[in-house]
């Protein structure tokens, strides 16, 4: 019997609801077919004209991992971590051949032939009058992707840890990427099993910062 029919999945609120930042994991690994599950769960995230336009490098050799560690101001959790997802944005996803795309989107059926050369036409056209906020809808994407994954892996009895504590530069270059490309480094996700109590740091009142209809009109609940 394998490990991921052993695990009885947690449901989406239970898997929210106890989620939580862990910076210590054990050094188990992730069987491969777990790890095959979580990328499945990670790329059926929705993103802009379903583009798909992130970028998921799966770090998992211990010289890769030191590297990225001392890309990440030395933290240690991308060593103790078995993997570590760097979620990395395409900012020029949507001016290249859209075609596999569209074409599967035709085949399933979600789209039909009209919006096909719709899409084959305006998507690019979009893309190049976003100008410089090419890169933010790019990791916006990309962030999405990240939440899948962070979700599916707590509900398959894993952790992980969002990462925004790194040296963009560095991190491009530890995956092999050229600094002036037009790829942007979105977060970085470490996955394993915790070695430390999921511990609730507790949320503020709604009306801090949820508001209806205008920011000054503090939502009650």
Known sequence: MSLTTQ??????PSAIIQRRSIKNFKIDPIAPELLKQLVELTVAAPSSFNMQGWRIILVKDE???AALSAASWNQSQIIQAPVTFVFAAD???GEQDLTPILEIGEKTGAWNEKTVNY???AVPKFQKTLGEKRREY???DAMIAATHLVLAAESLGLSTCFMNGWIEEKVKEVIGVADNSDIAIAVLVPVGYAAEARLNPGRLPFAYN????K???PYQG
């Open 7 to 12: 695990i009885k999945p947690l449901d989406v």
């Open 63 to 65: 010289a890769q991992k």
């Open 91 to 93: 900012s020029s996803a």
């Open 119 to 121: 899409f084959r036409d």
């Open 138 to 140: 790019a990791i916006k």
């Open 210 to 213: 949820v508001a209806v209809d």
């Open 215 to 217: 920011i000054d009109n």
